[in-house]
Each structure stands twice: as C-alpha cells, then as structure tokens.
DNA sequence: GTCTATACTACGATAGAC
DNA sequence: GTCTATCGTAGTATAGAC
C-alpha cells in the first residue's frame, strides 16, 4: 500500500469521526477506518489493541469538543445557559454523529482508558454545573437534547435546517426550567 | 435439528422482540433468531425473503402494540393524555428495546411492506391527535420521551425503577405544554 | 510502523434433499 | 416447511516480512 503518515494514531480518530459522522455507531468498524485513510488493516492495531480502545479514544475527543461546544454556547447565552447548552448538543451531535450513545456506550464499560474517564467526567461535571446541580433538571434536558438529535439522525426533519432544529431543541429545554 | 413449529412466522416475530430487548438492534440477526428458536439458519427465509422483511414485520408489530399501549395509557388519565401517552412510551420502549430507531429504522425505508407502512401511520396519526395537530409540540414530546428511553437503555439509571423513569419522562412532556 | 497474508468468526442468503 | 450444506462477504485480530 505504500502510505505513510506522520501521526496515523490521530489519523485513526479523525478518520473515525468521519465514519461516525456518515454512516453512525452501527457501521463503524476498524476496517472501514483503514480503507479510509488507504492502509491496511492491520495498521491500526499498532496503535489501539482492540477495535473497544479505538472507539474509548473517539469517546474521549468527542466528550472534551462536546463540553467545549457547550462551554462556548453558554459564554454566548449567558442569560440562557442550559438552553443553549442543549441547542448545542444537538449541532455537535448533528455534525459528527458522536453523541452520548458513542460517549457512553455500552460496549465500552470495561475499557479502562483514564483519558476517557477524565474527559467524560469533566463533560458530566459541566453539565452538573450549568443545571445548577439539579439532577432531574440535567436529566430532562439531556433526553431532550438527545431526543433531538436522534430524530434527525433518523431521518425525521429531513426538510429543516440544522439551525431550526437547534432552536427547536433549545425552546423546548427552557420550557423544562 | 428436528424441532416443527405451528407458527414459525409469528415465533420469529416473538423472538425478535426477545433479542432485540435483551441486546438492541445493533444485535439483532435473523441467524440469532433462529438459534433462539432452536430451528436452522435457512428456516427464517421461508417466511420472510431477508432480514429487512422480518424487521419490517417487528416494525409493523411494535407501531402497533405501541400505539395501543399508548391510547389505553391516554384513556387512564384523559386530563393528562399527552404526558401520559409519553410516559407509556418510554415503559414500552424501555421493554422491548422497540421504539422510534427501530419502527422507522433507516433500514426499512426502501422495504415496501403495506402493514408496516398502515400501523406506522396509524401510530403518527395517533400521536399527532394527541399533540392537538401541533407538530412541534409532536416533535418536542417524541424527543423527551425518545430521550429517556435511550437513557435507560444506555444504562444512565440503572439504580431507578422504570416506574420512576416513567414518571419523570411523563413530567417532562407535561412541562413542554 | 506498515505491509502481506492468513486464521477465525459471524452473518446473509441460496441449493437441494427429505 | 424444515433440514444440511455451502458460498460469498465482512470484520477482528495475529504472525511474520520488510
């Protein structure tokens, strides 16, 4: 194949989000990433032991740009915080696919990856904080916000502009306050 | 392997119900459910031409039984239909592991199946009713209790009951109004 | 650090016997 | 209507050459 890069083990992450971003969490698979950046498939496992470590380190990216997506929205608002918050979790998840089905999911419970683990705390930490430490308050938004972006990740506002969507998403996690 | 079904149709329809609760879609295979059902690999293509036509078929079944579940939750509680109707959701959907990804799986969009096409209707007429014919408020209450479905099946409440879950679903949709 | 080649597994789907 | 047997495809992962 004959390819070489400079940093193939942040190639395999960009390339992921990629993959993430077209085809979702259930087409993502070690193998399409490789054909993706054209090298073999066994290149990527000399830099993540399993196809679970790729995935944990995607998670970590994504949970670190989704709390700096949130942190920049909230600087924005600051009289709206959690609403706009909510409006951009669901242009983050949108754009990349990557939401908390990837940053959570479940087939990545027993991969210790303490990047990972700071990064999603972090992210929880933050959201802790901009619902005012109200569990049920974080809890709702978070099923709006994610409910949101599901739909259209199914397919649901085909005809609506991301930018309507956000809206609508935010509108709807004010009137949960 | 020997075994001699009455109904093996309506066995692969029941035991895809059964996979999909215990593993998601993500699991879901018509090879999985023939080793379910102790019958061959080959047996599920005599009643259904391919994968996308059982799941069609468990489309249809879910939009139906979800439906139903819904309007005999909105008959309970007739001064709180919607927020009811979104709580009956999320117990649905948190049992069965079939709820909007999998009734309009981007999958089965180019499976012409007249069943599924009547009860998915049936199901968005319904649910629009209820909203009163406002699409947004539609979209909004999907998304809160699409929202606490995944949490659940994400694994974000493990320590709660569903009846909680429920009630905390149903008193988000009811704050939307 | 990447390649080629390969072993293994799993699934979708079909052919032909009964 | 179900079985056994099989093919094709795709993915995970490893071994060994370079």
Request: glycine share 6%; proline share 2%.
């Amino acid at each position: 194949m004959g390819y070489h890069h400079g940093d193939l083990r942040a190639a395999l992450i960009r390339a992921s989000f990629e993959l993430l971003a077209e085809s979702g969490l259930s087409r993502f698979s070690v193998a399409a990433v490789a054909r993706r950046l054209k090298v073999s498939s066994a290149a990527p496992y000399r830099h993540f032991p399993d196809r679970a470590h790729l995935l944990s380190a995607v998670s970590a990216t994504a949970a670190h740009d989704l709390r700096e997506a949130m942190v920049a929205a909230v600087a924005r608002n600051p009289d709206d915080g959690l609403a706009a918050a909510a409006g951009a979790y669901v242009r983050y998840v949108v754009g990349t696919g990557a939401g908390i089905h990837v940053i959570f999911a479940a087939e990545l419970y027993e991969v210790a990856d303490d990047c990972r683990r700071d990064q999603t705390r972090a992210l929880m930490t933050t959201m802790l904080e901009l619902s005012g430490s109200d569990v049920r308050l974080l809890e709702a938004t978070l099923a709006v916000a994610h409910g949101y972006s599901s739909l259209v990740l199914e397919g649901f506002f085909t005809k609506d502009s991301v930018d309507d969507v956000v809206r609508r998403a935010a509108d709807a996690a004010r009137a949960l306050q």
